[in-house]
């Protein structure tokens, strides 16, 4: 199995409002491709490596969705704002432990901007 970044991964009808049809979570140390719907056999998988991220390492993104970055950098808290509110839901619990303070101000920052429009 190969898994591969993308600014936008594969889309999927899911009981969450996300986009990604897979994340990586950590569960008792191993960390585990999560799917949101049946994957084919042949069918690209595709995430975006920007979850659970932090460091100032930036690199070039070649995904070639519309809406692609263009450029990466490995901190979650420097994604755009409506890739922040998508990509709360699937933060790891290590990662939101570690950076406890930066999301609880990332959530009221977000919160605060909802709230004024």
């Avoid at 199995?1 to 569960?27: G, L, Q």
């Avoid at 933060?91 to 009221?108: G, H, I, P, S, T």
Wanted: include cysteine; proline fraction near 4%; charged fraction near 25%.
């Amino acid at each position: 199995m190969i898994v591969t970044s993308s600014c936008r991964p594969r889309s999927a009808i899911s009981t969450i409002a996300v986009s990604p049809s897979t994340y990586v979570k950590t569960v008792k140390g191993t960390r585990w491709v999560v799917a949101y719907r049946n994957i084919a056999a042949d069918e690209e998988i595709t995430y975006d490596y920007c979850i659970n991220s932090y460091g100032d390492f930036e690199w070039e993104c070649s995904c070639g969705h519309p809406s692609c970055r263009r450029v990466h950098n490995t901190d979650f808290f420097k994604l755009p704002d409506e890739k922040l509110v998508e990509y709360l839901p699937l933060l790891d619990d290590w990662f939101l432990d570690w950076q406890r303070d930066a999301v609880w101000e990332l959530q009221e920052r977000l919160a605060n901007r909802t709230a004024a429009t």
